[in-house]
């Protein structure tokens, strides 16, 4: 079955460091794969995506691209800020049937940025 | 912009109760979806809806139900309630037909069995 491997957290930094969160998948065919974050107290929000490999996916500074080759999807930011503190994580879509998309994530990595 | 709704925020119930986690969407999305979001194990999918009266089962069925009688609307129901189903809910909705179209997420319901 398809499944998402994510660096363990939790993961402090000070501001304006550079960000590496890792993340790695196992899936049959080409899923498409986003990375998600959930900022404290709400609900997931779509931070980027990338849908066929060497696609770069990019939002608020944050980038990540598909390399088929290694089978991973690393999100990297030059600078963060502690507004950027939240969980973060990887995930994967692949059609399961019914025109039905499945997303398996990755267990999460929390970030927290010291002023 | 999309918006999913979930009917509370944060919700006490006791063992042995029946529960409902009521879910609405407002972007006329046909797929829907109910996680559960524990530390340590990330999101995992209870059940997820494709159309109205349809359902499938996720990777952690066990102790849940859904009712789905309108497009926007998915429910979760939990028949009686245990401890061992503490626990965030999320409910997402996402658009059908090809390319991988993303989730969108409500706030969650953080639900707490005693």
């Known amino acids: 079955g398809n499944s998402v491997t994510q660096m363990e957290g939790p993961v402090t930094l000070s501001e304006e460091a550079f960000l590496t969160i890792n993340c790695t998948y196992t899936?049959?065919?080409?899923?498409?794969l986003f990375w998600y974050v959930q900022y404290p107290g709400e609900g997931l929000q779509l931070l980027l995506k990338a849908t066929k490999a060497d696609d770069k996916g990019s939002n608020k500074g944050f980038e990540a691209t598909y390399r088929k080759e290694t089978t991973s999807f690393h999100l990297e930011k030059g600078s963060v800020q502690v507004s950027d503190s939240a969980v973060y994580f990887c995930a994967l879509s692949q059609y399961s049937g019914a025109g039905s998309y499945q997303l398996t994530f990755g267990k999460g990595t929390k970030l927290s940025v010291i002023p | 912009d999309v918006k999913v709704t979930q009917s509370s925020r944060y919700l006490v119930k006791r063992t042995g109760e029946k529960v409902f986690l009521e879910c609405v969407q407002d972007?006329?999305?046909?797929?829907m979806f109910w996680y559960r979001q524990d530390p340590g194990l990330g999101l995992r999918l209870i059940y997820f809806s494709y159309d109205v009266k349809m359902k499938e089962k996720g990777d952690i069925p066990e102790g849940y139900s859904v009712s789905r009688e309108k497009k926007e609307r998915f429910s979760l129901i939990l028949e009686s309630a245990s401890t061992n189903q503490t626990s965030m809910y999320l409910c997402?909705?996402?658009?059908?037909?090809?390319?991988?179209?993303?989730?969108?997420f409500g706030p969650g319901t953080r639900l707490t069995v005693t």
């Open positions: 997402a909705s996402s658009s059908a037909g090809t390319g991988a179209y993303e989730q969108y």
């Open positions: 972007m006329d999305h046909e797929n």
């Open positions: 899936a049959t065919g080409y899923p498409s």
